[in-house]
């Protein structure tokens, strides 16, 4: 096991009766990742939630959690891990400040330093004006942004997250994947299985694509783009119709490089590898000129088609 | 001991501020008042030339205007209070989406259930306590006789009993608070089984106990003492019969078998038991109370090995 290989499983399997849930899963989730699970409902991701979360037994295979067994060490991994599930409630007749100092006493906060961390995470979540509410009084949305509250509280290495943006406005989506990022800014490693695809796209380093109880696929979302469309290469878009035959030619001739084609008012280069530094060189040597180029990328959505076209789910 | 302390704190605070309880309380002590009261008025008559346990008497007699006598209000009660804290300790939390928050915080599980147990159990021990110290507060004012040394005693016992009766219908009902879902299921259940012990159980126990033993006028005393120990076993199997029967051991100490057939023989033989001394109260009423916990015990523990073997879904 690598060091800094956060999440590891191994042949994870989880079987209701006849009906398997997850089957043979080998997730390996890095430090500072920011991993999206994807896939139909049923597809297993819940499941696998809860079997990371040591809430249920796996039928086979083993988890770790930064080196423990969740159902073995539980109060090891609970002390790093937090995790807020997909229905998440609160005591509807305490305020949110009273929900958050029961979570606090949980994990052995007190005192003072338990309140001015409530007071630094109500701000964080923008919950300032209504922190001494009964959180029956509460919104989904801000519900959702107490949760990202209830799981900072303990300042996790890992947060896991089932569904935080289903059910919510586009404000408070915006919010809620906003929280997000700034988990991933204090380099904790974020689990978070949604939906909604461009959701996921915006803040995940790497996904995986769940079906039928296993990741069919799993990786950066550019480069499962360049896997589902592209056999894996690299395509880079120059903003310009045709390209003189001698910047061409110095095009063709950098290592990787096998096809230039013109298409409408651009230039597809295409490689194995990103190549876009040594275009830009290429062209500035040429021409004087500096090009502007993007490489190609992929919407998950599409990646998402992709994978169950005509899969009938 | 993780998150056992924050979690019964949590639990009593709650009971503390529910309506539920303030409403329980009231009406406890309420009754209780009333039925003292009516005690107190009829104690003339119940104790007559007898000069023991006079402070004991004012809590089991009952009036022509009040037919409630304290111990029997008490067995009416207990059950509900207990059913009151039980039937939601888990199954409320699942469905308030609560339960898996919870349970991802570095606590173990069985925290979570024993700190509900033990909260609801000193609420139980607070009520219990409470009312009998009003009742016996006021007893003391209304009649001026001071109870004895081994009356204190047997208050205490009683005490005890009701405390255990109240603990046996609390993890019924956290039992059926981790089987159902609903909280609506478990509460109805809870009092679907109390109902059925209370009414039925008499009952159920004389038809088996007539079938097996049939009795009439002419039964020898040995066939009706057969009907009776039957009856009586059979009838046992309600944790009321075996709070009833210690409750009548307790407090009342001239009884000395609370087998109806031995009185019987007792007044044709002319030997009228006379008081117990209080050890000889508690060896008969051993049976019971190992009986109460021993039910309380395989509640508690069916409800606990479900729980920690359960899968916690937020759904």
């Known amino acids: ?313 | 001991m993780n998150g056992l302390l924050e979690i019964f704190r949590k639990e009593l605070a709650d009971s503390f501020n529910s309506k539920r309880f303030i409403i329980l309380f009231l009406l406890v002590y309420m009754a209780g008042i009333a039925t003292i009261y009516i005690a107190a008025q009829n104690i003339r008559g119940a104790v007559g030339d007898s000069t023991s346990n006079i402070f004991l008497t004012l809590f089991i007699v009952s009036g022509s205007n009040m037919p409630f006598s304290f111990p029997l209000f008490m067995s009416i009660f207990i059950p509900i209070i207990g059913i009151a804290l039980g039937f939601d300790a888990v199954n409320s939390e699942r469905t308030s989406g609560n339960l898996s928050r919870l349970l991802a915080q570095p606590i173990y599980r069985d925290s979570l259930i024993n700190g509900k147990f033990l909260a609801g159990l000193t609420m139980i021990a607070i009520l219990i306590v409470s009312v009998i110290a009003i009742v016996a507060g006021l007893g003391l004012r209304l009649i001026g006789v001071p109870p004895e040394a081994e009356e204190i005693l047997r208050l205490f016992m009683f005490v005890i009993v009701s405390i255990l009766y109240g603990a046996f219908w609390m993890s019924l009902a956290v039992l059926f608070s981790v089987l159902f879902r609903k909280t609506s299921t478990s509460a109805l259940a809870s009092i679907s089984v109390w109902i059925f012990l209370f009414l039925f159980m008499g009952i159920i126990a004389n038809l088996i106990a007539g079938a097996v033993f049939p009795v009439n006028q002419d039964s020898t005393v040995a066939r009706v003492a057969d009907y009776d120990s039957l009856y009586r076993m059979i009838s046992r199997i309600s944790p009321g019969t075996l709070y009833a029967e210690s409750i009548q051991a307790i407090l009342v100490p001239s009884m000395g078998s609370s087998s109806p057939t031995m009185m019987m023989i007792g007044i044709y033989s002319g030997l009228m038991p006379s008081p117990l001394p209080l050890s000889q109260s508690l060896t008969l009423v051993w049976p019971q109370l190992v009986g109460l916990v021993a039910l309380t015990a395989v509640c508690f523990a069916v409800a606990y090995i479900k729980f920690m073997r359960e899968e916690i879904r937020s759904t």
Do not use: W
């Not at chain 1, 809430?55 to 995790?83: A, L, N, Q």
């Not at chain 1, 330093?113 to 979540?125: C, F, H, K, M, W």
């Not at chain 1, 803040?203 to 550019?222: E, N, Y």
């Not at chain 1, 230039?260 to 530094?277: F, H, K, L, N």
């Open chain 1, 1 to 313: 096991m690598s060091d800094n290989l956060v999440i590891e499983t191994r042949d994870l399997t989880k079987a209701y009766g006849k009906f398997t849930a997850v089957k043979g899963l080998n997730l390996r989730i890095e430090e500072g990742e920011v991993f999206g699970l994807l896939g139909p409902n049923g597809a297993g991701k819940t499941t696998t939630i809860l079997m990371l979360m040591g809430f249920c037994e796996p039928t086979s295979g083993s988890v770790r959690i930064m080196g423990y067994d969740p159902v073995r060490e539980p109060i090891r991994v609970k002390s790093v891990v937090g995790y807020m599930p997909e229905k998440i409630g609160f005591y509807d007749d305490m305020t949110a400040r009273e929900n958050l100092e029961y979570t606090g006493r949980l994990n052995g906060l007190a005192g003072s330093r338990l309140t001015a961390r409530i007071n630094e995470l109500i701000d964080t979540v923008g919950l300032r004006d209504r922190a001494d509410q009964t959180v029956g009084k509460y919104s989904h949305g801000m519900k959702q942004r107490l949760g990202i509250a209830d799981v900072m509280i303990k300042q996790p290495k890992i947060a896991i997250f089932d569904e935080p943006t289903s059910g919510i406005d586009p404000e408070g989506t915006d919010q809620v994947l906003n929280l997000v990022r700034t988990m991933a800014r204090q380099k904790v490693t974020v689990i978070i299985s949604s939906h909604q695809l461009h959701h996921l796209q915006k803040v995940c380093t790497g996904v995986g694509i769940f079906s039928r109880g296993k990741i069919i696929v799993s990786g950066p979302v550019d480069k499962l783009g360049r896997d589902a469309f592209r056999k894996g290469n690299y395509n880079i878009v120059l903003p310009v119709a045709q390209l003189t035959d001698r910047v061409r030619s110095e095009i063709s001739r950098i290592h990787g490089v096998f096809s230039i084609d013109s298409i409408a008012d651009s230039t597809i280069v295409s490689a194995e590898e990103d190549i876009s530094g040594e275009i830009e060189r290429v062209v500035l040597e040429a021409t004087g000129l500096k090009v502007q180029m993007k490489v190609e990328e992929f919407e998950l959505e599409e990646i998402y088609m992709k994978y169950f076209e005509g899969s009938g789910i």
